[in-house]
């Protein structure tokens, strides 16, 4: 019964959406009429600008990385499974604004860090170098989705973190399903770049 409802309380955290309100509260406007119509980063950054972005994930970010740090503490490794997993797909498909949410990348950072700071930092600093060089948010987001199933491979292989490394290929899964229109548009040379 405690797992079930920390599932619950960890999806409805990962409904707050950090574009959505502050697309509202500082703008008086509703991101997802906007852009892409993504509730994310990338659409915050394009639509309002670079400190918008940045506020954005850092809002998404944080409720991934509290809310699995919160199930890690009371449940241990299948509190912080379950937290994890339920908070980015609570970003991703939102009840609360109609299940149109985000991508899941600023959430599923903050799961990850919860879980493996190290690891999850290094996979970072290749998601900025990528979009340093590319200037595609997307690509630098599927390259290190690809990046984590290995991580996530390894933790398995390794016995060392086996529900860490389910939870690294299931994010990872779930990042490149959510980012296949992006895929097709990098594929066919119509993927908007970042300024």
Known sequence: MGIFFLAIISYFVGNISGGLILSKLLFKQDIREFGSGNTGTTNALRVFGKKIGILTFIIDFLKGLIITYIGSK???DIGMFTAGLAVVLGHDWPIVYGFKGGKGIA?????LMAISPLHILAVFGVFLIIVAISKYVSLG???VAVLCIFVGIYFIV????FYGGILYIILAVITIFKHRGNIYRLLTGNESRIK
């Open 74 to 76: 009371i449940y241990g």
């Open 107 to 111: 959430t599923s950072f903050g799961v």
């Open 141 to 143: 987001s599927v390259s």
């Open 158 to 161: 390794k016995k060392e973190f």
